[in-house]
């Protein structure tokens, strides 16, 4: 079974600080993508990493993919309000070519003004 | 161009009765994927739909569970009998192809509380 464990599951923060999530796995992932989710709506994407090593920057959004596929992060730089949400990896899980995806358990980020 | 639409936004119902949830995807998507998120377990997949055939349902939780796609515009979960566990966010979503990689669009969830 193809699991994938987010740390930290909450986080409350400041206006300006930094901060980083992790999204871990023991299983390799052909892609992994990460999504936002605010209260009463559901998840949108932010981004969908394939390459191993690889970086995407999103303004002050910084998205990781683990050289071997496993692990991926999000690193907020100068977190603002706005930032305030769940953040959910998901893993493309199954096998073949398919959408099904496996999602972490999400971390809760709260940025105080 | 509308999102994912879900319908009801919220169910209260109560232990043993049936409750149906329903979704429209985005037109022209092929895919249609529901989930159930709870505070314990987070977003579990339930099912997933290709071009309206059911491709994987091993997340159904057990046979009080059924989903049906009758066609590319309208997606049916249907709970019976329902019991209080099964209160939980339920999400309809949709994607292009279904394939590794697609974006999958949400609808804003239906909130069902079983009394």
């Known amino acids: 079974t193809q699991l994938l464990e987010q740390s930290p599951q909450f986080l409350s923060i400041q206006e300006g600080e930094n901060l980083t999530v992790y999204c871990n796995s023991s299983?390799?992932?052909?892609?992994l993508q990460w999504y936002r989710q605010e209260p009463g709506e559901g998840p949108v994407l932010l981004v969908t990493?394939?390459?191993?090593?690889e970086v995407k920057k999103l303004k002050r959004l910084t998205f990781q993919f683990g050289d071997a596929r496993k692990d991926s992060s999000l690193h907020i730089t100068a977190a603002q309000p706005g930032d305030t949400g769940l953040y959910l990896c998901a893993g493309v899980g199954g096998s073949g070519n398919t959408g099904k995806l496996i999602f972490g358990q999400g971390t809760t980020l709260q940025v105080k003004p | 161009d509308a999102g994912v639409i879900q319908s009801p936004r919220h169910e209260v119902t109560e232990m043993g009765q049936e409750v149906t949830l329903r979704c429209k995807p985005i037109s022209g998507h092929n895919s249609l994927f529901w989930y159930r998120q709870t505070m314990m377990r987070g977003l579990e997949l339930l099912i997933y739909?290709?071009?309206?055939?059911?491709?994987?349902d091993s997340g159904m939780p057990e046979d009080r569970f059924s989903a049906k796609m009758p066609n590319a515009s309208f997606s049916t979960l249907k709970i019976q009998p329902s019991e209080p566990r099964d209160s939980a966010v339920y999400f309809c979503?949709?994607?292009?192809?279904?394939?590794?990689?697609?974006?999958?669009?949400f609808g804003p969830g239906t909130r069902l509380t079983v009394l």
């Open positions: 979503a949709s994607s292009l192809q279904g394939l590794a990689g697609d974006e999958q669009f």
């Open positions: 739909f290709n071009n309206n055939v059911p491709i994987d």
């Open positions: 299983s390799v992932f052909s892609s």
């Open positions: 990493v394939v390459t191993g090593g």
